[in-house]
């Protein structure tokens, strides 16, 4: 009989107390039972009434008749079937591990986050080391992570074979020797042919290194050397590929102008070219030829302190069709300098004249007259800019592009010219001291801008940002 309450009714199976339940009596002989740690999904379930008792699945024989929906008992079967019985659906794998899902998944990470999700599991590596997943990415090596130490002390090369599987088509190497770019061509698969880009920094390697790496590494068409001081402009000579097309050499204290006659004169398909050289002259850029006129459209010239508007005349002349040009740095250029790259530079798209002291409105005027097609001005630093050189460039149609940091002359007058340059998509204004909150809050009429960099500018206050992210709600504001 079963068990009643105080007042007569049925006593319910079971009653919560305190969130648990007790269960009662099973007739398997294992008495009553508390939910514990190894049940967790019972866990605080709340009583309820014993499922109804569940109907025998129809035969497979027969097709299900009008009683066997209605729940009553299916007919036997007449004979043998009549199809092949449809076997259990095919199972998806989890979602985890579903590479379809992944592949369009980690699209949305970061370089740095994808190396640290690759660690998670093999599925994940495997959809993971995909070549599509780091394609122009560059992996950055220093020469103390190139070594494993043994047991013993000895040095064993690391294993590149994750490189080689995502298919890195460029590396940079810091603190190498010639030893160790030696030891990186045996030991990574694709040095031979793979790799495209090669860039050295702070490294140690000669002559007879920079001459076995380009001899062994077949495959390089793009160079970085940077604060290299250990090469010559005779390794320059004997290293030098034709098949390089871009070449970058910086804070290198032997490149000089005879280095400038080895690019020249071997690297007939150069296409771009960097260089920032304290003791190259103006003499060094008359060593250009039509050769290059016809492949080199970018050039930058960075902080070249001994080139004059003499060195310009020979650019101009020697590379007609540059689209991108830096002299950046380059202190003894003048106004007469950029008008004859405004008047022979037609085809020019980016124009660096930042840290010119000499600079002048008068070379705004030369911009902005003849240079019809450029679509990004660097003037960081050029401190003798004012209003009226900005009102020269309001004219500029094309124009995307004004990099302005540490104009100290400019002005909230200077700013209502631009106001009319419906083009332009980049403004930086950063460390202007004259540029006040009224001047500054007239750019909400730029609706197209895109980016707005304010760092460092008193103007800049936080009223004003917030008047910004009503006003200029797709534009990105660096504070």
């Known amino acids: 009989m079963s068990s009643r309450g105080v007042d007569g009714d049925p006593k319910p199976p079971c009653l919560p107390r305190n969130g648990l339940v007790k269960l009662p009596g099973q007739p398997n002989g294992l008495g009553t039972a508390s939910i514990t740690k190894g049940t967790p999904a019972a866990k605080n379930r709340p009583c309820q009434p014993p499922p109804p008792p ?97 047991p013993g002390g000895e040095k064993e090369f690391v294993n590149l074979q994750g490189f080689a599987a ?53 495959g390089v068409v793009r160079l970085e050397l940077s604060g290299c001081n250990d090469f010559t402009e005779a390794g320059l000579w004997s290293s030098l590929s034709a098949r390089i097309t871009s070449l970058s050499v910086s804070d290198c204290i032997n490149v000089a102008d005879d280095a400038i006659a080895a690019i020249s004169q071997l690297l007939p398909n150069l296409a ?10 103006d003499t060094a850029l008359a060593y250009f030829t039509a050769r290059q006129g016809h492949s080199t459209h970018t050039l930058r010239l960075l902080s070249c302190w001994e080139i004059t508007n003499h060195g310009v005349v020979n650019v101009v002349h020697s590379l007609p069709n540059l689209t991108s040009l830096s002299l950046s740095g380059c202190s003894k250029v003048t106004d007469d300098g950029v008008e004859l790259v405004a008047e022979n530079l037609r085809k020019l798209r980016s124009l660096d004249l930042s840290w010119c002291p000499r600079i002048t409105d008068m070379a705004l005027e030369y911009v902005a007259c003849d240079l019809h097609r450029l679509e990004e001005l660097v003037l960081d630093r050029c401190v ?27 002005q909230d007058f200077g700013l209502k010219h631009l106001l009319a340059m419906r083009s332009l998509r980049l403004l930086s204004l950063a460390g202007c001291p004259l540029l006040t909150t009224t001047g500054l809050s007239g750019l909400v009429q730029l609706q197209e801008l895109e980016e707005l960099e304010l760092t460092n500018c008193p103007g800049a206050t936080p009223e004003l940002f917030k008047y910004f992210s009503q006003h200029l709600p797709r534009c990105l504001v660096i504070e």
């Open 166 to 218: 995502r298919g890195f088509e460029g590396f940079c190497l810091v603190g190498v020797s010639d030893l160790d770019i030696c030891e990186f061509i045996d030991n990574y698969a694709l040095s031979k042919k793979g790799v495209k880009a090669m860039s050295l920094k702070r490294s140690t390697i000669t002559d007879a290194g920079l001459e076995v790496m380009l001899e062994q590494m077949q």
């Open 384 to 410: 003798r800019i004012t209003d009226t050189g900005l009102s020269y460039l309001s004219t500029m149609s094309s124009l995307r592009s004004l990099y302005l940091r540490w104009c100290c002359q400019v």
């Open 54 to 150: 569940t109907l025998p699945p129809p035969s497979l024989a027969a097709p299900l008749s009008r009683v066997a929906l209605a729940g009553g008992p299916c007919p036997p079967a007449s004979g043998p079937t009549s199809g092949p019985v449809p076997g259990p659906p095919a199972e998806r794998p989890p979602l985890a591990t579903d590479e379809k899902i992944l592949n369009g998944l980690f699209w949305y990470f970061s370089a740095c986050e994808k190396c640290v999700l690759a660690q998670v599991c093999k599925a994940w590596r495997r959809v993971l080391y995909q070549p599509k997943f780091w394609a122009g990415l560059t992996p950055v090596l220093h020469a103390k992570e190139l070594y494993n130490v043994l």
């Open 272 to 281: 771009e070219l960097s260089l920032q050289a304290y003791h190259v002259t």
